[in-house]
């Protein structure tokens, strides 16, 4: 009878998490489980806004309701389902022209990715393919320009989901140009 208790338990909250239209975990560098809050990633010293695993939040458009975006215990951000997505929230101090540089990973072709704050403001970008899974590469993506200082949301997510072949992500950092 406890195992039955348990299983209705879990398949309830399966359902539940199920019946939202966008599905999202932020996730905790130390033990990639899910946390309450949203971390605001706000400038290092050195102005640079550097996204990495520890802020990490993962979305999917999945019916389902559970992304599979994971942690590989490498400090990366893997996902190999096309309808995942991650984001983090951002704090921009000055407006302006920020570029922005991707650490990734993937020996496979057709990763291709979009950067982005909002439906207007998207970078399409291809990274370059790696040797291996632990052969990371840092490349320029392009740029990215605020009209105000503030929070924002910004997004990677696969360009082509009927194409995608996965990708680990390191970090993504902004850096303002102007």
Same mark, same amino acid.
């Given at each position: 009878m406890k195992h039955a208790a348990r299983h209705s $338990?879990?398949?309830? !909250? !399966?359902?539940?998490?199920?019946?939202?239209?966008v599905h999202s975990a932020p996730a905790n560098e130390k033990d990639n489980k899910t946390v309450k809050e949203v971390t605001v990633v706000s400038p290092d010293v050195d102005g640079a806004l550097?996204?990495?695993?520890?802020?990490?939040? +993962?979305?999917?458009?999945?019916p389902e309701g559970t992304p599979k975006v994971m942690s590989n215990g490498q400090r990366t951000i893997a996902w190999s389902e096309p309808q995942d997505w991650i984001f983090w929230k951002i704090k921009i101090p000055a407006k302006g022209t920020y570029k922005v540089t991707v650490t990734h990973c993937s020996?496979?072709?057709?990763?291709?990715?979009?950067i982005g704050i909002s439906a207007e403001q998207t970078i399409a970008f291809n990274p370059k393919m790696s040797?291996?899974?632990?052969?990371?590469? %840092?490349? #320029?993506?392009?740029?990215? %320009?605020?009209?105000?200082?503030? #929070? +924002?949301? $910004?997004?990677?997510?696969?360009?082509?989901?009927?194409?995608?072949?996965?990708?680990?992500?390191?970090?993504?950092?902004?850096?303002?140009?102007?």
């Open positions: $338990l879990t398949t309830l !909250l !399966l359902a539940l998490f199920a019946s939202a239209a550097v996204l990495s695993l520890n802020a990490v939040n +993962f979305r999917t458009d999945a020996p496979r072709d057709g990763r291709e990715i979009l040797d291996s899974w632990g052969d990371a590469k %840092t490349s #320029e993506a392009g740029k990215l %320009t605020f009209d105000k200082e503030g #929070e +924002f949301e $910004l997004s990677i997510r696969p360009k082509d989901v009927k194409n995608w072949h996965g990708l680990d992500i390191y970090k993504v950092v902004l850096k303002k140009t102007e």
